[in-house]
């Protein structure tokens, strides 16, 4: 279950949106109430009672003041968490990616519906939003079953990589769907993003057969890589439906959405290929049930390090999940990557950062 992908349930939302409301309904009238009733509003002394002293500013300030670097952390153990949950993914051998898809979203649902009856949003969300609800809830799921394919049919730290393209994509179709300026700067992260998935595929009319690896081995990693590539458009184009919506749709809503279409999508697909079954090694049954723990840990603390933090860094910092990818394929699967896609991903992520880093700045004006 993982928003390892804009596409999940836990997106990444641009630097300079704010994610709540800035204080609750009432917050102003409490100082007032409270010197009314001859109690100290926050920031005033119980002594003095009319302003702040030397003593109670230090104590209310280290009580709001959050730990530095408490979310980057977050982000740093969401990265974690999900690489590991990608990892299973790969591990698992005799259940299709559909599959996977299919017990993820049941996984999900189980925790979902708790949090929409508990906050009495409904199922079914504002009458004018549901087109959007639907498209986000098919693309989304659309996205999280190519990924899956994409980790099983090509290497780790390639598909991990192609996936941080998204992005791109995103400031692409902001452009053309939310009138969204595309800068000089957008078009350099795309030239990036594009020389880093070349060198990734490395095909043949440009780098020759020995160098692309021609076989059956390059076709289902050139599928792979397409799968993949597919995903981080499906994905970029979820984050612009979710960014049309705004705030006027309930998060757990969305969430609902992506998580029953989800579902029916994969049973369909499931049906059409003939590929339901049980797994058949009891270890495969425990990797499931590891990628729907690790996923929705990993969306726990991203979560978590959204709301303290802000987007850029958290975007930033969620570029370790290359690193991971590249560390547990070479010891779990014994696979070095090769110089083109160490090159490919440090173009990738050149792209990715830049583009975190001045919509960070944008934001910050």
């Known amino acids: 279950m993982r ?8 997106e990444v939302p641009e630097p300079g949106l704010r994610l709540a409301d800035d204080a609750p309904q009432g917050a102003i009238e409490e100082p ?3 010197e009314a009733g001859g109690t100290p509003g926050p ?3 119980w002594l003095f009672g009319s302003s702040p002293c030397g003593l109670c500013a230090p104590q209310e300030a280290k009580k709001k003041a959050p ?3 408490l979310g980057l952390f977050y982000t740093l153990l969401s ?3 999900f690489s590991v949950a990608s990892l299973f993914v790969k591990k698992v051998q005799d259940v299709h990616a559909v599959e996977i898809s299919a017990f993820r979203c049941v996984f999900q649902m189980l925790v979902i519906i708790p949090c929409l009856i508990y906050r009495k949003t409904g199922f079914i969300g504002p009458k004018g939003q549901r087109i959007f609800l639907f498209l986000r809830g098919v693309l989304g799921s659309t996205a999280m079953i190519l990924l899956y394919y994409a980790f099983q049919a090509t290497s780790l730290a390639d598909a991990t990589v192609i996936t941080f393209s998204s992005p791109v994509f995103t400031s692409i179709f902001a452009c053309i769907f939310l009138k969204e300026k595309y800068s000089p700067w957008d078009a350099l992260f795309t030239v990036f993003t594009i020389t880093g998935v070349i060198l990734i595929v490395r095909p043949p009319f440009l780098f020759g057969a020995s160098a692309a690896g021609r076989g059956d081995s390059y076709s289902l990693h050139l599928k792979g890589t397409i799968a993949a590539v597919t995903h981080a458009v499906f994905a970029a184009l979820t984050l612009v439906i979710l960014r049309k919506m705004g705030k006027s749709v309930d998060y757990f809503l969305s969430i609902w959405y992506y998580v029953i279409l989800g579902l029916l999508e994969s049973i369909i697909v499931l049906f059409i290929i003939g590929e339901w079954s049980l797994p058949y090694c009891g270890l495969d049954r425990l990797f499931l049930i590891l990628i729907g723990l690790f996923g929705l840990g990993g969306q726990v603390f991203l979560t978590k390090a959204i709301q303290i933090e802000k987007a850029g860094p958290v975007a930033i910092m969620k570029t370790m999940d290359v690193v991971f990818a590249f560390i547990f394929q070479i010891i ?4 070095v990557p090769t110089w083109w896609t160490v090159g490919g991903a440090l173009c990738v992520i050149a792209s ?3 583009a975190a880093v001045r919509k960070w700045c944008q934001g910050s004006k």
């Open 3 to 10: 928003p390892l992908d804009s596409a999940g349930a836990a």
């Open 32 to 34: 007032a109430a409270a």
């Open 43 to 45: 920031g005033r002394c």
């Open 67 to 69: 730990c530095p670097g």
């Open 79 to 81: 990265a974690f968490l």
């Open 332 to 335: 779990f699967f014994n696979d």
């Open 352 to 354: 990715s950062t830049g």
